[in-house]
């Protein structure tokens, strides 16, 4: 089975026809996902690409400049995507980017992810420590999943 998609016209005058993100979350319910932005919440299908890995820059950053995110993102956007996988974790200016073209980002974040760390709380509070180090921010709806 394959999958076909429909593209418009890419370039720098491509429409673009995404809005910026309201604060609802995606939320796991059952076998699917669901926008909590809606009345009942309507269904979110994944439409999404992979983004990086990049080399890093002169600071260490394994992103493209800034301008050159919202460029892609804006096409992304223009060709029907929702979301963004990273496996580096962005600074917010690109999360801030994603946004406002209306793109969801799930960050991958670094730890060894062939280990079962539900099921270790030393690990669990070593893999919170790492990630807190490198200046990634908590979030709490994140952080009380991993006590």
Same mark, same amino acid.
């Given at each position: =089975?394959?999958?076909?998609v429909?593209?418009g016209?890419?370039g720098?005058d491509a429409?673009?026809?995404a809005k $910026? #993100?309201?604060?609802?979350?995606i939320?796991a319910?059952?076998?699917f996902?669901?926008? &909590?932005?809606?009345?009942?919440g @309507?269904r979110? !299908? /994944?439409?999404? /690409?992979?983004?990086?890995?990049?080399a890093p820059?002169a600071?260490?950053y394994?992103f493209p400049?800034p301008k050159q /995110? @919202?460029?892609?993102?804006?096409? =992304?956007a223009?060709f029907?995507i929702?979301? /963004?996988?990273t496996y &580096?974790? $962005?600074? #917010?200016?690109l !999360?801030?980017? @994603?946004?406002?073209n209306? #793109?969801r980002?799930?960050?991958?974040l670094?730890?060894?992810?062939?280990?079962?760390? !539900?099921?270790?709380?030393s690990l669990?509070r070593?893999i919170?420590?790492e990630?807190t180090?490198?200046?990634i921010?908590?979030v709490?709806?994140v952080?009380d999943?991993?006590e």
């Open positions: =089975m394959s999958t076909a429909q593209a016209p890419a720098p429409p673009v026809r $910026p #993100l309201s604060a609802a979350r939320v319910d059952g076998k996902l669901r926008s &909590t932005d809606a009345e009942g @309507a979110f !299908l /994944v439409k999404g /690409v992979t983004y990086g890995t990049f820059d600071d260490g394994q400049a /995110v @919202a460029e892609d993102f804006r096409l =992304m223009g029907g929702n979301t /963004v996988r &580096t974790a $962005p600074r #917010l200016d !999360l801030d980017e @994603a946004s406002r209306g #793109l980002v799930m960050v991958g670094p730890w060894s992810q062939h280990v079962a760390f !539900l099921d270790d709380r669990k070593t919170r420590r990630i180090a490198d200046g921010r908590e709490p709806e952080d999943d991993l």
